[in-house]
């Protein structure tokens, strides 16, 4: 029985020192997972800021060119109302020549 109490005590020396290994590999692993974990949350916290700023670009993009679409528009109107305007002082200058010069001429003789 001496015999297989030594062999006992041996493998439960061994299994003591594979059990001590294997806490050690355990915990080490955890602070590994942990470590990867942390790295893996910046990574979609990253990646969601990225999406969020993409997506307020491509939103300033299309409101950049609906501004100048409109400022294209108010220009090519200014240009109109100034056109019109201009037409109406040539228009009413030409009715004011004729209509004026007639009168004092019958005056003058």
């Known amino acids: ?8 005590e041996e493998e ?8 001590a290994k294997l806490t050690i590999e355990t915990s080490k692993s955890q602070a590994e997972k942990e470590y990867v974990e942390g790295i893996y ?10 999406q969020n700023l993409e997506s307020q670009i491509l939103r300033l ?3 950049i060119q609906l501004l100048q679409n409109n400022n294209t528009y108010d220009q090519d109107s200014s ?8 037409a109406l002082v040539l228009f009413f200058g030409f009715i ?6 007639k009168r004092t001429n019958q005056r003058r003789y």
């Open 61 to 63: 993009k299309a409101e």
């Open 1 to 8: 029985m001496c015999s297989s109490d030594l062999a006992l």
């Open 79 to 86: 240009a109109r109302n100034w056109f019109i305007v201009g």
């Open 41 to 50: 949350k910046d990574a979609l916290a990253l990646k969601d800021t990225n």
């Open 96 to 101: 004011i020549g004729f209509v004026f010069p």
């Open 12 to 19: 439960v020396d061994l299994l003591k020192e594979s059990n």
